[in-house]
C-alpha cells in the first residue's frame, strides 16, 4: 500500500532522509526508531505528502504522490501528530467529527461513528462535550486517535503519539493502542524514540541513524543479530526491550 523508492530529504545543507527505500506491509504495524533528528519525523511528513522528498518517489496504492490528489488522498490516511493537536476551541466532539461534517456526512452517520469510535478507544461518551484543556492527557490521545480514525481510513500514521504522557498513562495507553491495532487490522505506521514500545505494538522495526535505514525486522532480530555495533548498542541502552524480550537486567 505505501512504498518509498529511492526518497531523501534536506533542509538546507542538512540531510534529513536518505536516500532510502522502504515497502510498508499491509495490515501490520510498522515503527519508525531511533535517536533524535534520526529523520524518522521527517519520514513519516514525507508519506502523508506534507513535505515533498527531493529525489525519489513515494507510492500510495500505486500512485506517486507527487502526482495524485492529495487532499483525496489524505483523507485515505489517519495522522496523529505529536502531543495530538487538537484544535482548542473545539469540543472534544467537534474535534472528532471535524472532517466528517465538512464532507457532509448524514449526522445519524456521524453520531454512530462517534459512538462506535469512543467504545473502541475507551473514552467516555459525557466527556465528549469538553474542551482539550478539560481532558486529562490520555483522554486528549483518545481524541486524537478518535479523529484520525473518524472517515475509516486505509492506513494511519502515528508520530510519537505517547511522548507527553506520564510512564503509568502511556502503559495503559500502549496496551490498548496494541488492542485497537489488532481489532482495525489496518496498515499503521508509528513513530517513537521508546524499543521497548516499539517492541510490544509492532509487527516491524525499522531503526534509524541519520536519515538511513540501519535495520528492520522484529525486535528479536535487532537483539540477537544485530545489523552493526550502533544496532546493539541502541537496543541495550534500553531497559524496556530487553525486558519484553524476558532477558531480564
Excluded at 499491509?26 to 502523508?48: D, F, N, Y
Excluded at 492529495?70 to 476551541?89: A, K, S
Excluded at 461534517?101 to 462506535?116: F, K, M, Q, T
Aim: glycine share 12%; charged share 25%; hydrophobic share 45%.
Amino acid at each position: 500500500m505505501l512504498e518509498l523508492e529511492e526518497v531523501s530529504k534536506r533542509f538546507g545543507d542538512q540531510v534529513a532522509v536518505g536516500p532510502l527505500s522502504l515497502k510498508i506491509a499491509q495490515a501490520e504495524t510498522t515503527v519508525l526508531i531511533g535517536p533524535s533528528g534520526c529523520g524518522k519525523s521527517t519520514l513519516i511528513r514525507l508519506m502523508i505528502g506534507l513535505l515533498a522528498p527531493d529525489t525519489g518517489s513515494v507510492i500510495f496504492d500505486g500512485e506517486s504522490l507527487a502526482v495524485a490528489d492529495l487532499p483525496t488522498v489524505r483523507r485515505r490516511m489517519g495522522y496523529v501528530i505529536q502531543e495530538g493537536g487538537l484544535f482548542p476551541h473545539l469540543t472534544a466532539r467537534r474535534n472528532v467529527t471535524l472532517m466528517a461534517r465538512h464532507l457532509g456526512w448524514d449526522p445519524g452517520r456521524i453520531e454512530s461513528r462517534v459512538a462506535e469510535l469512543a467504545t473502541l478507544t475507551h473514552f467516555p461518551l459525557d466527556a465528549l462535550e469538553r474542551y482539550p484543556v478539560q481532558l486529562s492527557g490520555g483522554q486528549r490521545q483518545r481524541v486524537s486517535l478518535m479523529r484520525a480514525l473518524m472517515l475509516d481510513p486505509e492506513i494511519l500514521l502515528l508520530d510519537e503519539p505517547l511522548g507527553a504522557l506520564d510512564p503509568m498513562i502511556r502503559a495503559e495507553l500502549q496496551g490498548e493502542l496494541r488492542e485497537i491495532f489488532r481489532a482495525l487490522n489496518k496498515t499503521v505506521i508509528l513513530v517513537t524514540h521508546d524499543m521497548g514500545e516499539a517492541g510490544y505494538i509492532g509487527d516491524t522495526i525499522v531503526l534509524m541513524r541519520e536519515g538511513r535505514i540501519v535495520q528492520q525486522g522484529g525486535l528479536r532480530d535487532l537483539v540477537e543479530t544485530p545489523a552493526e555495533d550502533f544496532v546493539h548498542r541502541f537496543v541495550h541502552a534500553q531497559r524496556g526491550a530487553r525486558e519484553i524480550l524476558g532477558g531480564g537486567g
